[in-house]
Each structure stands twice: as structure tokens, then as C-alpha cells.
């Protein structure tokens, strides 16, 4: 067996004079349903906007300038750091980052329960967990709001049981809308850190427990370590699509829990739209992305290249 | 002495996260039943919003956003599946070539993109090139973002299909196109029919990107559903949901067993 | 004389920079069990993928009776290979396993169920002809395999290690089956493997490679007996490899000295001139004497059952190992003790290098 040679299925099978034609329709569909979109995203948001949406060619920072900075009401004012869309910006980091946390805190268990079944069980378990993901997530939204109301079942239960006097006010808080983050990806948290687990090879931890190691111990000193990727890949998994998440905080939160999402859907809507500002936020949560992203490939990049 | 595997507290996170899953969608499904028009008390079980939506005042608008949303479904998952059946054979069949890298980054690129910024992106895209939005530029958007969905589960199937299955075919005389149409077409089925199945079901979903690129007067279910519950949720929006519910799950069910039916076969 | 069944012309195959195969040159006659024969990287499976079909060739000419198949797909070339994992199409049952290549070839439906019914019979497995490939065990596997590529009735069949996958017990049986159906059908055979005792006992003849070059050509006999350099000598069976210094060279047998200073004769092939060399002697073609070529010192005998292993070694500390026949004998010596050693004659071999 030629074991340290290259494997050669493209000689073997016949597919390598093929690759253009079958990567043809990939390259077309992404490529200009895509990437030419996000392109052309990028020069209308320095466009001036035209008042009854759409834009005027004409370039312009304005976008970004509204933004950043505060020219006053007839933009003649000196500029000064404008905080509201900063602010806008800071929410939602930190509301995707309490559904990180919220999600890595009950995720791990379950990961961690899930990969120490039979391998027979191992299955259900994760079918269990991932068959809600499947469901529309506008109707889990919707579910989870109904559920939360004011005098909806929680509520009712939970007086009826005599534990509270007055509904608890769930919807339209901080604490909803990041209920809703971490139920929408719970499951991208489960199965990263699941695959993560089910390759750790236990005998490490039997040798810390006969090293004196207690349980806990063993989990954070060589457990955590070992499976980090895992739980590394599960916080992106989470945190990326939180960040520009639009129906939980739209249906969940109220004006004070206004996300990036919301900002952006606003600048579409009819006549009070401002499509380059919107293309503007788009591309400043675009770029968010991609750092966190390259940041993560990186970290990844230079983990393999130890092992 | 319990081993290393067991944590205390673990079991109980695992079923509190369970609990958390489930709990909404079977309380809209116990209430999707209720017999009262009051959302709040329950009247007794009763199928008379299940009637509302095929018989009530708004079940002609349900009914064309639910054929919206099914034909596109189909379309779409039809679409993506065939593209990223071919992009699945070069990738994994092409050996090295150039641009390799990028096309794989290409192909999972709706994946990284948030959804928000490609329903800006794909808006501003149609409204420059003067394409109406409505029916023809949901669907194009959907079959742009289920090609990752349907190339994952095709892909991973046919890296675990060894190349000397095609080697024996065309050994024992079989052309290119019926090595591939005998062995590795239905090796590859099981992958095909859940990225079929799993692009359809992200079509049925997406909410977000359909918002922006409907055009008015066009309605999906999602946007329909959407539309209604901004006026605050109604019962007969939980008897849609309970519906759309039972059919995602039936879908990823049908797709877990097939998927598990073709490792058996495989081993 | 008849053109070959297979002639291969200078074959080289090159991925990249890497060189898998360096200009190998060989001819395999008709009805001949040939064994390509190397360990792992060697270029063995290369070359019988060359010859299938899977593998482009980089230069050089395949001929299969006189005609150059080395450009032509696999589907097109008369030849039908065995594969290490078998390859059975998963979705088919054993009976379209068999008959896939007749249909291929176009042959009808009766005809073609006709045939590969007959395929399984041979290969005793006319029971199992509507299971699943799946359903079946290592070694019926390998014999639909065997059915599967033998039943277009190949001008040569390739087996890629077919043996390989089968516990032990099943493989020698299957080394005899394997002979016998080759006598049988009168196809030419090309098999590839690691395993030298396959080779031994199956071969008419056997082509060691190494490092993407043919080492030596011959009947399993020469192979064993008179290994031309170092390489197969140590590669095939165990041997002792002694480095010397040939100190003269007269009428084919060469006066040497061996290290600690012995001095021994032995032959001497063509090409073996004064200077430093090689010589091996196989293990059990060396006996216990009262007088002897050498004389060696006891270190420890080790107990194999079948056989006893003397490890000595000579005044120099050079260790010879010695194999001896597991008989009732008394007279074994103790560790430390001296002993004469006997080589056979003409076992003792000197190698160019």
C-alpha cells in the first residue's frame, strides 16, 4: 500500500476534467446572488439617500458620519461622539454575549451528559435536542413570548401556586430577549462541545482522579483545557447570529431593548427609511462578524499547527 | 464511587434544558386545542381554530401564503440540492485544483454572512438591477442561502463513500456517467435526501431575508404569521404554528432515520 | 515467440515531485501467477493501478498483448481487479454484484444470470446469491469479489492484497484456493503484497520492489536462494548479514574474511571483486559441528516451538543467529559455550549491495 502517497480519487474516478461545469452553478448562484449583492451593499452606503427610500449616486460619508457623530439638529454644530448607535451596538454585543454565557452554562451539561451515554442512547438524546431547532423560529419566538406574558401560563402557574402576587413583568425586558437568543441557538452551543467531549479520551481524567485531582478540579485544570475548541466553536456558533438577531428582539424586547436587527430592518421600512445608513450599519455588523470570525480561525489555525 | 463520566447536577441541567426547549411549543400546541376565544382561559379541547384557519375570515390569505411557502420550498430545496450535488462530486471527487479553497469558503459564505445583512444586501441588489421583488426574488434568495444546508449532509456522505466503488464499476466495463448514475448516485442518496430535507426546511423557516426581498402584497407563511402576531397573538395563529410545527418535526425525523438507515447499509 | 500477455515498458509514475515508480521494466507471460511483492510504499499498488487503470501514467508504455493500454480508461482494458477492501457495491445483492460487468458488456439478462449463477458456484457461495454484501462474512466477501471480477472472463486478473483483511486461519486456505483457481481458469494472475510467505507459496514468479525500483525477478526458489543484493536477501525470510572483506577471487569462489578474523571460501557470482561485501546465510542452513566453517560463542538459546534459535556471536562480537529442528537432541549447548558451525554448502551468499 502506497500509504504515504497522495490519493489520487480524482485520477481514479474521472471527475477532474469535470470540476469547472459542476462548480459552475455554485459559482454563479453565490456569486451573483451574494457576493456581488454585499459588493454593491458597500458602495450604497456611501450614497446619499433619497427621502422616499433608494438612493442618489452621489458619494458621500454621510452615512458613516451619522453614524459616529453628533453635528446637531442642522448638522452646523462641532461634531462630538454620537452615542446613541454606539449604544445600539454595545446592547446588542452584550445581550448576544449574556445568551452566550446563558447557553454555554446549560449547554455544556447537556454536552457533557449527552457524549457520556451508551453509544446506543448518544443518538435520542441528540435528536431530542436538536428537533426544536428545526421548528420555524418565528414560531418558537412567538411560543416563548406567549408562554412569558404578562398573564400568560408561566405567569398564571406561578400565581395560582401562590408564589407571586402579580405577574412578573417578563416580556419587554433585557431578560426576555435574552431568553429568546439563547432558546433560538441553544443547539449550536450542544453539538460543538458534544463532538468536542465524545473524542476526549477519559483515561485523562482517571489519571487526574489518581493523581488526587478532585471532580471539579479534574474538570477545570484538564477537562476545559482539552475540550476548549469545542466550546470555542459553540460561543461563536451562538454569539454571531445573536449580534444580528432580529425577531427575538423585536417580538420579545420592547423599545429599550432595541438590537442591531431592529436598527437595520428600520431603514428599509417605507418613506422613514435611509437605505445608505442602513447599508452603513450593515457593513459596521458585517465587519463585526468577520473579525470575530478571522479572529476564531486564527486562534484555530494555531491550535493545529501544536497538536 | 461513581467514575470520572459522572457529574453531579449534569443530568438534572440536561432535562432543565429539555424542559426549556419543549415547553413553549407544547403549551402553544395544549392551547392551539383551547375551546375559548380567550387566549388566557382554557375551554376545553376543541379543533375550532384548526376550522378558523382553513374556514375564518383570514384563511384565504393563510392559504396562498402557505402555497407561497410550500412551492418555494420545494423549488428551492430542488434547486440548491441539485447545484450542491455537483459542487459535493468536485470537492470531494475533484482532487486538487486551483480556487479549491475559496470555493469551499464561497460555498459556506451564506452561512458566515448574518442573515440581516444579506436581506440588505440582496434588497439592494434587486432594486438596483429593476427586478420587482415578489415570488421570483424570494425564491432566488433562498436558493442562494440552502446551498450550504444541502452541500453539509451531501458532502459528509460522499467523503464516506470510497473512490474503489467507482474504480470496481468502471473496471468491470461501466462508463463515467454509469459509474455514476449505478454506484455513486444511490451511495450517495441518503446524503441527497437530507440535504434535501434540511433545505427545505431552512426555506420554510427564514423569515428575515423573505421580509426584505417579498415585495408587498406577497406573503410566506412566516411573514403572514409575522404580520398577525404584531397585532398580538391570536389563536389561530397557534393552531398555524402547531401545524407547521408537526411538519418540521415529521421532516427532521424522516431525515434522522434516513440518515441512520444509510450508515447501517454502509457498514 | 509470443508477445507477453503484459509488457511493462519503463513505467514511471510521478506525483508532483514525488517519484512513486522509477523506470520499471517487466514481462509477465501467459498463465503465469505473478506476485509484485514490497513493503508498504514500494510502488507495488501503483503499478497494478497503472495497469488497471486508475492511476495516469506519468512515462513509459503498458502492452497487453502487444497492444500499449496505458492511455485507455479502465472500462476499456480487459483486465478486472480484486480490491483490497473488496469493494462490493453495498446496494446490490451478490448476484448483481457478479453480473455488473456482464452488463455492462452488454450481455442479456438470461445470459448474464447464467453466467455469474456459474461464477458462484465455483466459488461455493450459490446460497447467497439475493443477500447484501453486508450480510456476508470477511471470506465470502472475498470470494463474490473473486467471482465478480473473474466472471467477464479477464485477460489478466489484478488483486490488490485481497487477502489482507482475513484472519489467519482463513488466509492459508485461501492461498491454496487462490492457486488452485488460477490453474483452473488459466488466467494470468498479478497479485500485490506485503506478505512474503503468500508470495512464496503462490507464485510462479515473484518481482520484489523496493523504493519504487524492481530489486530482483525470479521463481519464489531463486528469490530465497539467491538473493542478488541486500535488500531482498534481508526482505525475504530471516537471514544473517555479515560484513565482510573478499580478499581474492578465483575459478567463481572468493577467499573471505570475515569480522574477528576468520577466514572462510565460499562462492563468488560474476561481478564480485576484491573489496567489502555482504554475505548472508540463512539461519537454517547453518548446523552444529564438531568442526566447522566458524566458530561462535553461545549467548542464548531461545525455544520456538518447531524450531530452536541459537543466538551466537563470532570472536568479533558479530551475531549469527542459528536455526535449528526442535528434535529430542541432548547435546544442546549452554549459553558461553563455544560451538563449530557448519554452513550448508552454497548457503553462504555474497551480495552485491
Request: include cysteine; aromatic fraction near 10%; charged fraction near 15%.
Amino acid at each position: 500500500m502506497a500509504g504515504f502517497l497522495p490519493k489520487s480519487g480524482a485520477e481514479s474516478t474521472g471527475y477532474r476534467g469535470l470540476v469547472g461545469p459542476l462548480l459552475l452553478p455554485t459559482w454563479v448562484m453565490v456569486g451573483v446572488f451574494l457576493v456581488i449583492p454585499v459588493a454593491l451593499m458597500a458602495i450604497y452606503s456611501f450614497l446619499t439617500k433619497e427621502f422616499r427610500g433608494g438612493v442618489i449616486w452621489d458619494f458621500t460619508l454621510a452615512a458613516y458620519d451619522q453614524f459616529f457623530f453628533n453635528r446637531g439638529l442642522f448638522g452646523d454644530e462641532p461634531p462630538s461622539i454620537e452615542w446613541t448607535y454606539i449604544a445600539i451596538f454595545w446592547r446588542s454585543v452584550w445581550q448576544a454575549g449574556v445568551a452566550t454565557l446563558l447557553c454555554l452554562a446549560v449547554g455544556f451539561p447537556t454536552a457533557w451528559f449527552i457524549a457520556t451515554r451508551p453509544a446506543a442512547q448518544r443518538g435520542v438524546w441528540l435528536f431530542l435536542v436538536t428537533v426544536p431547532y428545526w421548528v420555524n423560529l418565528l414560531i418558537r419566538t412567538v411560543s416563548l413570548k406567549f408562554l412569558l406574558r404578562d398573564n400568560g401560563p408561566l405567569n398564571g402557574s406561578l400565581m395560582s401556586l401562590g408564589l407571586i402576587d402579580g405577574p412578573l413583568p417578563l416580556v419587554n425586558t433585557d431578560l426576555a430577549v435574552q431568553l429568546g437568543l439563547f432558546y433560538s441557538y441553544l443547539p449550536f452551543m450542544v453539538l460543538p462541545i458534544y463532538a468536542a467531549v465524545e473524542r476526549y479520551n477519559f483515561a485523562l481524567s482517571e489519571a487526574a482522579a489518581d493523581l488526587y485531582a478532585s471532580r471539579w478540579v479534574t474538570l477545570r485544570e484538564i477537562v476545559l483545557p482539552v475540550v476548549r475548541p469545542g466550546i470555542v466553536a459553540g460561543c461563536i456558533l451562538v454569539f454571531v447570529p445573536s449580534l444580528g438577531a432580529f425577531l427575538a428582539p423585536d417580538l420579545l424586547g420592547g423599545a429599550k431593548t432595541f438590537m442591531i436587527g431592529s436598527l437595520i430592518d428600520e431603514q428599509f421600512k417605507g418613506s422613514q427609511g435611509n437605505w445608505p445608513f442602513g447599508a452603513a450599519v450593515s457593513m459596521i455588523l458585517m465587519t463585526l462578524v468577520m473579525i470575530v470570525l478571522i479572529l476564531y480561525a486564527r486562534a484555530q489555525a494555531k491550535a493545529e499547527r501544536r497538536s | 464511587m461513581k467514575g470520572v463520566r459522572h457529574y453531579p447536577g449534569f443530568l438534572a441541567m440536561t432535562i432543565g434544558c429539555l424542559v426549556v426547549l419543549y415547553a413553549p411549543l407544547i403549551v402553544v400546541t395544549v392551547y392551539s386545542f383551547n375551546g375559548s376565544t380567550s387566549i388566557t382561559q382554557w375551554g376545553g379541547f376543541s379543533w375550532r381554530w384548526y376550522a378558523d384557519v382553513f374556514t375564518g375570515p383570514e384563511a384565504p390569505r393563510f392559504a396562498a401564503a402557505a402555497w407561497n411557502s410550500l412551492t418555494i420550498a420545494v423549488l428551492a430545496a430542488t434547486a440548491a440540492t441539485a447545484i450542491a450535488t455537483a459542487a459535493a462530486v468536485a470537492m470531494v471527487r475533484g482532487g486538487r485544483f486551483r480556487g479549491k479553497s475559496a470555493t469551499f469558503a464561497l460555498i459556506n459564505l451564506p452561512l458566515m454572512v448574518p442573515e440581516i445583512v444579506t436581506a440588505v444586501a440582496t434588497l439592494i441588489f434587486f432594486s438596483a438591477i429593476g427586478l420587482t421583488t415578489g415570488y421570483l426574488t424570494i425564491l432566488i434568495a433562498h436558493v442562494t442561502f440552502c446551498i450550504p444546508f444541502a452541500y453539509l449532509p451531501i458532502a459528509a456522505r460522499l467523503e464516506g463513500i470510497e473512490s474503489s466503488y467507482e474504480q470496481a464499476a468502471r473496471d468491470l466495463y461501466a462508463t463515467r456517467a454509469q459509474a455514476f448514475r449505478l454506484i455513486l448516485l444511490p451511495l450517495m442518496a441518503p446524503g441527497i435526501i437530507s440535504g434535501f430535507l434540511l433545505a427545505f426546511i431552512i426555506s420554510l423557516d427564514d423569515f428575515i431575508i423573505t421580509n426584505f426581498v417579498k415585495g408587498a402584497g406577497m406573503e410566506t407563511l412566516p411573514t403572514a404569521i409575522f404580520g398577525s402576531v404584531k397585532q398580538g397573538i391570536k389563536p389561530n395563529i397557534m393552531a398555524i404554528s402547531t401545524m407547521m410545527l408537526a411538519v418540521s418535526v415529521l421532516f427532521v425525523t424522516l431525515s434522522y432515520f434516513i440518515n441512520r438507515s444509510g450508515q447501517k447499509t454502509r457498514a | 515467440m509470443n508477445a507477453p500477455t503484459v509488457d511493462i515498458r519503463n513505467a514511471v509514475k510521478r506525483y508532483g515531485t514525488v517519484t512513486a515508480l522509477h523506470g520499471v521494466s517487466l514481462s509477465i507471460a501467459d498463465n503465469e501467477f505473478f506476485t509484485l511483492l514490497g513493503p508498504s510504499g514500494c510502488g507495488k499498488t501503483t503499478l497494478l493501478r497503472m495497469i488497471a487503470g486508475f492511476e495516469d501514467v506519468t512515462e513509459g508504455e503498458i502492452l497487453l498483448f502487444g497492444k500499449d493500454i496505458a492511455r485507455l480508461e479502465p472500462n476499456h482494458r480487459p483486465v478486472n481487479t480484486v480490491f483490497q477492501h473488496y469493494a462490493l457495491f453495498p446496494h446490490m445483492s451478490v448476484i448483481d454484484n457478479v453480473a455488473f460487468g456482464l452488463k455492462m458488456k452488454g450481455m442479456a439478462l438470461a445470459e448474464r444470470r447464467a453466467r455469474a449463477g456459474k461464477m458462484l458456484e465455483m466459488v461455493h457461495l450459490s446460497a447467497f446469491a439475493d443477500r447484501l454484501p453486508a450480510q456476508l462474512s470477511g471470506g465470502q466477501q472475498q470470494r463474490v469479489a473473486l467471482a465478480r471480477a473473474l466472471a467477464p472472463d479477464p485477460k489478466v486478473l489484478l488483486l490488490d492484497e485481497p487477502l489482507s483483511a482475513l484472519d489467519l486461519k482463513l488466509r492459508q486456505a485461501m492461498r491454496v484456493e487462490l492457486k488452485q483457481l488460477q490453474e483452473e481458469t488459466g488466467i494470468t494472475f498479478i497479485f500485490v503484497t506485503h506478505d512474503q510467505e503468500e508470495a512464496l507459496t503462490m507464485s510462479d514468479r515473484i518481482a520484489v520492489m523496493s523504493a519504487g525500483h524492481v530489486q530482483q525477478v525470479g521463481s519464489p526458489r531463486d528469490i530465497y536462494e539467491a538473493p542478488v543484493n541486500r535488500f531482498v536477501a534481508d526482505f525475504i525470510g530471516e537471514t544473517n548479514l555479515v560484513p565482510v572483506t573478499v580478499e581474492a577471487v578465483a575459478d567463481g569462489r572468493a577467499t573471505v574474511l570475515l569480522p574477528g578474523g576468520h577466514r572462510m571460501s565460499c562462492a563468488a557470482d560474476a561481478g564480485i571483486g576484491p573489496g567489502a561485501h555482504h554475505l548472508s546465510v540463512r539461519p537454517e542452513r547453518m548446523n552444529l559441528g564438531t568442526t566447522g566453517d566458524l566458530e561462535a560463542v553461545v549467548e542464548r538459546v531461545v525455544y520456538l516451538g518447531t524450531d530452536l534459535q541459537l543466538h551466537t556471536h563470532l570472536d568479533g562480537g558479530q551475531p549469527l543467529h542459528v536455526r535449528l529442528q526442535n528434535s529430542a537432541r541432548a547435546d544442546l549447548p549452554a549459553p558461553g559455550a563455544r560451538v563449530a558451525l557448519q554452513i550448508e554448502e552454497g548457503a553462504a551468499r555474497l551480495l552485491v549491495d
